[in-house]
T-cell receptor, first 113, second 113 residues
Framework: ETGVTQSPTHLIKTRGQQVTLRCSSQSGHNTVSWYQQALGQGPQFIFQ???????GRGNFPPRFSGLQFPNYSSELNVNALELDDSALYLC????????????FGSGTRLTVV | DQQVKQNSPSLSVQEGRISILNCDYTNSMFDYFLWYKKYPAEGPTFLIS?????DKNEDGRFTVFLNKSAKHLSLHIVPSQPGDSAVYFCAAEKGGSQGNLIFGKGTKLSVKP
C-alpha cells in the first residue's frame, strides 16, 4: 500500500510567478484535501476535491486553484505568488467515509522571494 | 478566531510515564476529532480519532478522551517513549464539511530517557 506522495519537495519562486504542486493519493482513497502550514502554526485548509470537483474551500483567494484527475491525484496551482505564500503545502487523502482518517504527504516547502 | 486551541506549546515527560496532551474547541458543530503527530520535515501522521458519539477511544498506547460538555479532548500516551518526541496536533471537523480539518497550533512533546 503506497502512501501520499507530493512533488516537488522544495522549490523557490519569485513574487508574481505561478506554481503547480502535485499530489498522488493513497491507494483506495478518492478524496484529496490541500493545506497550507505557516511556521509555528497548524495546517490551514485550502480546499478539497472529490470526483474531480471542488468540494469545500477554506478562506483562500481565487488565485489558489486545483484539479483532481480520474486516478484521484491532484494539483494545487497558485498564481501571482506573494511573499506570504511561503509555507509548507500539505496534501491529504482519505476514503469518502474517512474510516482510517486522513493520510498526509510530507509536503512541499515553497519559498517566495 | 481560533476554533481549536492547544494552550500548551510544549510538554516534557520522563520515559515510561504518562503524557497528557490537551485540546479545547469552541464550535459545537464539530463531530469528529483527530490527533496527529509530526516530525520535522515530514507530514502529519494520523494517530487516533474519535467521533462525537463516543467519549473514549483506545488504540494501543494511545487513548483519546472527549468531554463534549467542556468542549475538551485529551490524548494520553502510556507509557511514553523517547520516539514519541514530536509535535502533536489536535484537529476537528464539522459534520457536512468532510476534509476541512481545523487544526490547533500544536504541542511539542519531549520524552526524556
Amino acid at each position: 500500500e503506497t502512501g501520499v506522495t507530493q512533488s516537488p519537495t522544495h522549490l523557490i519562486k519569485t513574487r508574481g510567478q505561478q506554481v503547480t504542486l502535485r499530489c498522488s493519493s493513497q491507494s483506495g482513497h478518492n478524496t484529496v484535501s490541500w493545506y497550507q502550514q505557516a511556521l509555528g502554526q497548524g495546517p490551514q485548509f485550502i480546499f478539497q476535491y472529490y470526483r474531480e470537483e471542488e468540494n469545500g474551500r477554506g478562506n483562500f483567494p481565487p488565485r489558489f486553484s486545483g484539479l483532481q484527475f480520474p486516478n484521484y491525484s491532484s494539483e494545487l496551482n497558485v498564481n501571482a505568488l506573494e511573499l506570504d505564500d511561503s509555507a509548507l503545502y500539505l496534501c491529504a487523502s482519505s476514503s469518502r467515509d474517512r474510516v482510517d482518517g486522513y493520510t498526509f504527504g510530507s509536503g512541499t516547502r515553497l519559498t517566495v522571494v | 478566531d481560533q476554533q481549536v486551541k492547544q494552550n500548551s506549546p510544549s510538554l516534557s515527560v520522563q520515559e515510561g510515564r504518562i503524557s497528557i496532551l490537551n485540546c479545547d474547541y469552541t464550535n459545537s458543530m464539530f463531530d469528529y476529532f483527530l490527533w496527529y503527530k509530526k516530525y520535522p520535515a515530514e507530514g502529519p501522521t494520523f494517530l487516533i480519532s474519535i467521533s462525537s458519539i463516543k467519549d473514549k477511544n483506545e488504540d494501543g498506547r494511545f487513548t483519546v478522551f472527549l468531554n463534549k460538555s467542556a468542549k475538551h479532548l485529551s490524548l494520553h500516551i502510556v507509557p511514553s517513549q523517547p520516539g514519541d518526541s514530536a509535535v502533536y496536533f489536535c484537529a476537528a471537523e464539522k459534520g457536512g464539511s468532510q476534509g476541512n480539518l481545523i487544526f490547533g497550533k500544536g504541542t511539542k512533546l519531549s520524552v526524556k530517557p
